[in-house]
């Protein structure tokens, strides 16, 4: 069964750092883009970050760019997202998401929700002083 489990989140005050982690089980990272999400009650699901398939290449939304870091570990099967100078504004439920390996994978990785297969169940992170 194909599943991701997100943790790492919780309370942190506004300048500090979290890292997230993305474990993977039921199949291998090897050939899946990855992206992080976040999400407010009454909003959108936001991307903020994605990595390639291949863990080249990293996009940024303007948002997070500078301040967080997305990285894959293929060995591992597992995906981190490193913030730092965390801000109120940051607070959400974080998901990591899976696009999986077919003619429709943005391979470069993509910011864009509906271009994500599967999804964890998400991890709070809370930014207040």
């Known amino acids: 069964q194909l599943q991701l489990v997100e943790s790492g989140g919780g309370l942190v005050q506004p300048g500090g750092s979290l890292r997230l982690s993305c474990a993977a089980s039921g199949f291998t990272l090897d050939y899946y883009a990855i992206g992080w999400f976040r999400q407010v009650p009454g909003k959108e699901r936001e991307g903020g970050s994605c990595i390639s398939s291949s863990g080249g290449s990293t996009k940024y939304a303007d948002s997070v760019k500078g301040r967080f870091t997305i990285s894959k570990d293929n060995a591992k099967n597992m995906v981190y997202l490193q913030m730092n100078s965390l801000k109120p504004e940051d607070t959400a439920v974080y998901y990591c998401?899976?696009?999986?390996?077919?003619?429709?994978?943005?391979?470069?990785?993509?910011?864009?929700?509906?271009?994500?297969?599967?999804w964890g169940q998400g991890t709070q992170v809370t930014v207040s002083s």
């Open positions: 998401a899976a696009d999986p390996p077919s003619p429709k994978q943005v391979a470069a990785g993509s910011l864009r929700p509906y271009d994500y297969t599967y």
